[in-house]
């Protein structure tokens, strides 16, 4: 049937059958890439992908760290980078390609507005990658690494939020205020309840070390127990 077309619509079966026209058509898939070039091209998006995904494990500071976004992250650099390349300049394919992404829907919930950043990232690493634009993906992927890391040191170093539990009598309270206001920087009630068993109070308590604090109010008399526990959310503010 020669109404019957192999992938491009220029190829037929009668074309295949005589070979002349199919090698002609596998001349000039050659000519727009070659194997080199694509196995290239995958190479340095798997390079640009690890080194996202080390990125972001490095100024991950949320609670649940999720090994497999960054398998997530390296995949996307991996699959955008062929789909920009055999789009190339053909409208009607990208067009296409458009028209297949749109019926996908993606269900997963990111909880994390900057997971969403990464993976802006890693497909712009991958669309540079596959147009061949290797000297822009190399200053962009070294760039934002750098920048990423400084900020996530500025922020390892400023004091970490954490909440104090504390089971006490209420004779002990003017010891664990002072206790409070010697040992952390900050600090602010959050919560009081007062039974006949005791006392429960929960304190946000903004400090560098979190090692010493617990001992310290075990130390007070009339403190039964004292629990710290880090004030973060799922996106780790």
Same mark, same amino acid.
């Given at each position: 049937?020669?109404?019957?077309?192999?992938?491009?619509?220029?190829?037929? =079966?009668?074309?295949v059958a005589?070979?002349?026209? =199919?090698?002609?058509w596998f001349?000039?898939?050659?000519?727009? =890439?070659t194997? $080199?070039n694509v196995?290239?091209?995958? &190479?340095?998006a798997?390079i640009?992908?690890?080194?996202i995904s080390?990125?972001?494990?490095?100024?991950f500071?949320?609670?649940?760290?999720?090994?497999s976004f960054?398998?997530?992250?390296?995949?996307?650099c991996?699959?955008t980078?062929?789909?920009?390349?055999?789009?190339?300049?053909?409208?009607?394919?990208s067009m296409?390609?458009?028209g297949?992404?749109?019926?996908?829907? =993606?269900?997963t919930?990111?909880k994390?507005p900057l +997971?969403?950043a990464?993976?802006?990232?890693?497909?712009?690493m991958?669309?540079?990658l596959?147009?061949?634009a290797y000297?822009i993906? &190399?200053?962009?992927?070294?760039g934002?690494?750098?920048?990423m890391l400084a900020l996530s040191?500025?922020?390892?170093?400023s004091p970490n939020?954490?909440?104090l539990? $504390? /089971?006490? +009598?209420?004779f002990a309270?003017n +010891?664990i205020e002072?206790?409070l206001?010697?040992?952390?920087r900050?600090?602010?009630?959050?919560?009081k309840t &007062?039974t006949?068993?005791?006392?429960?109070m929960?304190?946000e308590?903004?400090?560098? /070390?979190?090692a010493?604090?617990v001992?310290s109010?075990? +130390?007070?008399?009339?403190v /039964?127990?004292a629990t710290l526990?880090a004030?973060?959310t799922?996106a780790?503010?």
């Amino acid at each position: 049937m020669n109404a019957v077309s192999l992938l491009t619509g220029n190829i037929t =079966f009668n074309d295949v059958a005589n070979g002349s026209s =199919f090698s002609d058509w596998f001349a000039n898939q050659l000519s727009s =890439f070659t194997p $080199l070039n694509v196995a290239i091209a995958l &190479v340095a998006a798997l390079i640009a992908g690890v080194i996202i995904s080390t990125v972001y494990k490095k100024t991950f500071r949320g609670v649940l760290y999720s090994p497999s976004f960054t398998l997530t992250l390296i995949l996307l650099c991996l699959v955008t980078t062929p789909v920009v390349m055999a789009i190339g300049s053909n409208v009607a394919l990208s067009m296409g390609m458009v028209g297949a992404l749109s019926i996908v829907r =993606f269900r997963t919930a990111v909880k994390d507005p900057l +997971d969403t950043a990464y993976m802006f990232w890693a497909i712009t690493m991958g669309i540079l990658l596959g147009s061949n634009a290797y000297i822009i993906a &190399v200053v962009a992927l070294l760039g934002i690494s750098i920048i990423m890391l400084a900020l996530s040191y500025m922020r390892l170093r400023s004091p970490n939020g954490y909440l104090l539990v $504390l /089971h006490y +009598d209420e004779f002990a309270q003017n +010891d664990i205020e002072n206790e409070l206001r010697r040992s952390v920087r900050f600090y602010r009630m959050r919560s009081k309840t &007062v039974t006949r068993a005791g006392t429960e109070m929960t304190v946000e308590i903004r400090l560098d /070390h979190r090692a010493n604090i617990v001992s310290s109010m075990l +130390d007070i008399n009339g403190v /039964h127990d004292a629990t710290l526990v880090a004030c973060q959310t799922e996106a780790g503010a």
